[in-house]
Each structure stands twice: as C-alpha cells, then as structure tokens.
C-alpha cells in the first residue's frame, strides 16, 4: 500500500543552519506530494507541494523537489530561525476510486532551532 | 486562520460515553475529511465527505460515525469510548476532492477519555 517515510528527529539545530529533512514515499501511479507544519498547540498548515515529477514546491524560503527516479521530496531551507521550530509532514496524495483522494503522512520529523 | 473551525476545542469525557465533534469547512470548500492523531499511531485518515455524501473511508472505528449535512459542516461521532480513543481529531476541507488540491486543517479537538 501506499506510505511515506520520514526521517526520524528530533532534529536540532543551531539558527541560520541548513535544514534538510528526508522524506521517500512508495504509492502506485502518479500521487501529489505535500509538507504540512504543524506549530505547537496548533492544526496543520500546509507549507508547500508538488503535484509532478521535476516540480518544485516553494514557500517561506523552504523548498522541496519532486523526483520521482528516487521517489523522494526532501525539505530544505538554507538558514532556518527559531520560529521555524515545529514539527513537519511529509503526505502524499492520490486519487481513489471515484476521482477521491486522501491523504497519508509520514510520521512527522520534530525540528527545534536554538538561538 | 485556515478558515476552518472546530468544536469544541477540548473534551474530557469517561470511557463508554459518547462525544460529536464538529467541524465547519472553508467557505466554498464542499470536501470534509477527518483525521486522528496521536503519539502511537500518527496522524491517520478516517473519513472524507464530498458535498454531503460519503467517498472514502480509512482506518476508522466501526464505533465512529461521521455525516456531513447540507449546510456542508460536517460531525464526528464517537461512541463506546475507550481509553485508547484520547487523541487529537482534526478536521480538514478543500475545494473538492482532487488529489492535488491542498487540505486546509482546523485547530483540532483533543479529546481525553478518562
């Protein structure tokens, strides 16, 4: 069945540092690729997608790129802030039967970034 | 602010009793889907609703029941409730139920069944 993996954290890092956060999926056809943040105490926000192969998704100074060779959409930022601290989601997205979708998280890396 | 709400924010509650949920879509939007998270299972998909009518159903209880109504807002309910059912629900809506189109998600009610 479909799945995302996650790179486990907690990732730590020092302000201004390059962020990378893996995130390799496995699904059949063609699904749309999506990183969800979710601050604390708060709902999902989603930060950026993709919806095909060589797309790059874009926001907020992150990036992630759709490869479909790899199956990967890894997440980038090159000098993260402490308010990026969070806990982010790599999903994906295909369609059902129906022309339906839902979407599947991976579990989730938690990024804390000091001062 | 994603536009969409959810009631109430917090509920504690004892096991065996039954709770509703509610959750009110973006304007517009005529796709609801609901979520579960919590710390042993992640976030998983329960249920999606497109412009009243069920269209795809994940890993959810037979003990959990959800509808959406004509004014689109739509409810989760849970019943028999058991310990392992304390979780944080979301609530999500998009413009309809295309697999590229993004999910807009509401606060979340954190359910605690004591």
């Known amino acids: 069945g479909d799945s995302v993996t996650q790179m486990e954290g907690p990732v730590t890092l020092s302000e201004e540092a390059f962020l990378t956060i893996n995130c390799t999926y496995t699904?059949?056809?063609?699904?749309?690729l999506f990183w969800y943040v979710q601050y604390p105490g708060e709902g999902l926000q989603l930060l950026l997608k993709?919806?095909?192969?060589?797309d790059k998704g874009s926001n907020k100074g992150f990036e992630a790129t759709y490869r479909k060779e790899t199956t990967s959409f890894h997440l980038e930022k090159g000098s993260v802030q402490v308010s990026d601290s969070a806990v982010y989601f790599c999903a994906l997205s295909r369609p059902l039967a129906g022309g339906y979708n839902k979407l599947i998280f991976g579990a989730g890396t938690r990024l804390a970034v000091h001062p | 602010d994603s536009g969409v709400t959810q009631t109430p924010k917090h509920l504690i509650t004892a096991t065996g009793q039954r709770v509703t949920l509610r959750c009110s879509p973006r304007s517009g939007d005529l796709s609801v889907y609901w979520y579960q998270q919590s710390l042993d299972q992640g976030l998983q998909f329960l249920i999606q609703?497109?412009?009243?009518?069920?269209?795809a159903k994940g890993n959810i209880l037979e003990r959990f029941s959800a509808q959406q109504f004509p004014d689109l807002h739509s409810e989760l309910n849970l019943s028999s409730l058991e310990l392992g059912d304390s979780a944080l629900y979301f609530c999500a809506s998009s413009v309809d139920g295309q697999p590229f189109y993004e999910q807009y998600f509401g606060p979340g009610t954190r359910l605690t069944v004591t």
């Open positions: 609703y497109y412009n009243g009518e069920e269209r």
């Open positions: 993709a919806t095909k192969a060589d």
């Open positions: 699904a059949t056809g063609y699904p749309s």
